[in-house]
């Protein structure tokens, strides 16, 4: 397959930090094409890094390769992870990160990375720009894989499962995404949705426009999932949650 782009999805919040894996990418090969997916993942939320991870991958052309690098456990014992799946890569730690985009796209092979390999002399606190992004410019030039990392068998990597109802993203105008499909709801429902510090009884919707300004709204995303949201306002700040979090939410009977 082709190994043309490179999506870049971390937790870094940091301009600085995000050039740096660019720049390593670039010098290891120059042609090739690298997209910013996000570098404002919730710091340290490997759960939301890896829905972001999970929603963009399949947007990509084949033979893509997606970094995800949202890594608390850095320079620790956790090891950095390559994986083949049938129509991609993901380059990250082995922390559940690439667990759900990897599975959705059927996993074919997975291979530890040989950190002395790829970077004799790296930081302690940045395997993102030393490890992990030199591993995706080795790929896209054509290295051989067996010069740098070794198979593991597709049981040592550490899975994540997304519990229902989980709040994995909140969007900058404070919609809350959650993890689970819209399925089993419909325009008209009524929907009991609480956090530990507020609930409400709030339409299913199809636009914002169904209710008025600073009412509340449950309606099915652009990613097939259910999202809460506050028309001209912040639903976050009325459930006060976080990624991770797991709202209650309860279709009422007529």
């Known amino acids: 397959m082709p ?5 870049v999805t971390t937790d870094f919040g940091d301009a600085f930090a995000l050039a740096q894996l660019e720049l390593v990418i670039a010098a290891l090969n120059g042609e090739a094409r690298i997209v910013n997916v996000s570098n404002t993942v ?4 490997v759960i939301e890094g890896a829905f972001v991870l999970s929603k963009v991958y399949r947007l990509a ?3 893509s390769i997606h970094l995800g690098v949202v890594d608390p456990g850095v320079g620790s014992e956790r090891s950095g992870l390559l994986i083949r799946s049938r129509n991609h890569w993901f380059i990250g730690p082995n922390n559940g990160l690439l667990y759900p985009a990897a599975r959705d796209d059927g996993i074919i092979q997975a291979y530890r990375l040989e950190e002395d390999r790829i970077a004799p002399i790296r930081s302690n606190t940045f395997h993102g720009r030393d490890v992990f992004a030199r591993a995706a ?5 054509g290295v051989r894989l067996e010069e740098f990392c070794v198979p593991l068998e597709t049981t040592e990597i550490i899975p994540l499962e997304f519990s229902p109802y989980q709040v994995v993203h909140v969007d900058p105008y404070g919609n809350i995404k959650l993890s689970s499909e819209a399925t089993n709801f419909s325009a008209g429902d009524r929907v009991l949705v609480g956090s530990s510090v ?3 009884v709030i339409p299913f919707c199809k636009t914002f426009e169904d209710v008025g300004p600073g009412e509340l709204l449950i309606y099915e995303g652009s990613h097939q999932t259910l999202e809460v949201a506050q028309r001209l306002g912040s639903a976050v700040e009325k459930f006060q949650v976080k990624t991770g979090d797991v709202l209650s939410v309860e279709r009422l009977e007529d």
């Open 137 to 141: 410019g080795l790929l896209t030039r």
């Open 198 to 200: 507020f609930e409400a």
């Open 3 to 7: 190994k043309e782009v490179i999506t």
């Open 42 to 45: 919730s710091p340290f939320s």
């Open 61 to 63: 052309p084949p033979g």
